[in-house]
DNA sequence: AAAAATAAATGTATTTTTTACACTAAATAC
DNA sequence: GTATTTAGTGTAAAAAATACATTTATTTTT
């Protein structure tokens, strides 16, 4: 039994994948290995199958693509411009990927085409997928100035210097370094370690990492990690 | 040209449909006319159609199983179990639209089968719509605690006693009047009217309306309608 | 016409949060 | 041991959030 003289459609999943070096978010792209747009620069993507969700695909997907596995993923939304794809149709449901470039750095050069590429300097993309970066940034300055999601984004020890270059690197603005640590810290989600970072100063940084039973319990809680006064920028 | 050898799947829209009548938080529903679950109640759904986009078929569908025309009408997520329609696998997109039951009342009750449900009232729902209202429910909490969206519940002219009566609905909480209407006043978002409401109590309480300009401008912005102590209780 | 009843409207003091702002401390390089 | 570099820290002022009770406008009742 099925439904009847219905319209069937190609569903895909394309994944925006961003990533953070310690100093600038980017953005994992590859070329597209077939037509058309054959060699131009991509998002992740590729269609659903029959016995997976799209969660399920979009797991696939990047871990076809790039080879990672257990990263923060998170459905944004579904494109559907008829002609967005000059071939045939496809409904693409875009997915938002959070990792520490470093991590998976030597993996996803060797094994993959896949190449990072700084926030503002991405070529051009097939397709609407640069409406859908644009989509996704914009998402996840809403989102991280909630939650305390940027974390994805570091390493598992981590300095506050580098934390507050994360965040004013999202947004684009400066924060006062006493006053970010003093609301970083009121959340209880760092612990101190007792070690330093001492690659970028003489005198060190101490590490820190995430409290994962706090994170756990207050991911969605919210949080204000950036004042509205510096969000009012992202509305001008 | 065509993609070969791939999967095409039924698409459909579902639309939550959030209304207000002035006391209650309330959910459409209709019956389901066609087989598999015919008779019982669902949300409206229907599938998309080749020339159109998401948003479109959303709308159409609204419009042809209820009326309604030129509501906020906003995608929430896509819904993908493989078997959640048992006749054939559909990926469902769903939206949600908030509007004012009195203004449509007439018009729904005469032409077409759907009903209001009160929200602690609901009927058995097809598939995984209960999930999907479940979500709904929870993203408007979440909105509304930032945006200024609850006055698409509402009618043009309304009360500083209805409106808290909207707010303190969705949460289930009780709001101090001074303070609420105080942080509603700090908007600038109302525009005080000449005559009084005058149908709930003797004394009468004023109209206010929306000031469309900054209604449009503020929207995005983050206006903290509802306090942090107030949504932790979401979380426990 | 006066009194009672009902819900709307309003102000202030206290606490909490946010902001603005500049010097000292630790380690290394020379 | 002096200079250099970046990390780390405190306090006062302003703004926002909270807790809390009486007066006002109007209608209904007597």
């Not at 994360?166 to 810290?185: H, S």
């Not at 760092?190 to 991911?219: H, I």
Request: proline share 3%; aromatic share 12%; hydrophobic share 40%.
């Amino acid at each position: 039994m099925k439904y009847s003289n219905q319209l069937r459609l190609l569903v895909a999943v394309d994944c925006i994948i961003f990533g953070f070096d310690g100093e600038q978010y980017k953005l994992l792209l590859i070329q597209r290995g077939f037509a058309p747009e054959k060699e131009k620069w991509s998002l992740m993507g590729g269609f659903v199958r029959a016995e997976e969700t799209l969660d399920m695909a979009a797991e696939r997907v990047l871990n076809q693509l790039t080879g990672l596995k257990d990263v923060y993923l998170e459905q944004l939304q579904a494109f559907s411009e008829p002609d967005r794809d000059p071939i045939e149709r496809v409904i693409a449901v875009a997915y938002v990927a959070l990792i520490d470039i470093k991590k998976y750095q030597q993996q996803i050069d060797d094994s993959f085409h896949a190449q990072w590429f700084t926030m503002n300097e991405l070529p051009q993309l097939i397709f609407d997928h640069r409406e859908m970066v644009t989509t996704a940034l914009n998402n996840l300055r809403y989102k991280a100035a909630l939650h305390p999601i940027l974390f994805e984004l570091l390493p598992e020890k981590f300095t506050l210097p580098q934390l507050q270059t994360l965040y004013e690197g999202l947004y684009d603005i400066k924060m006062d370094k006493r006053n970010f640590t003093r609301k970083l810290l009121s959340t209880n989600l760092l612990k101190k370690e007792k070690e330093k970072d001492k690659s970028s100063s003489k005198k060190g940084a101490f590490y820190y990492s995430l409290d994962e039973t706090v994170y756990k319990n207050n991911f969605e809680n919210f949080l204000n990690f950036v004042s509205k006064n510096d969000l009012n920028v992202l509305n001008e």
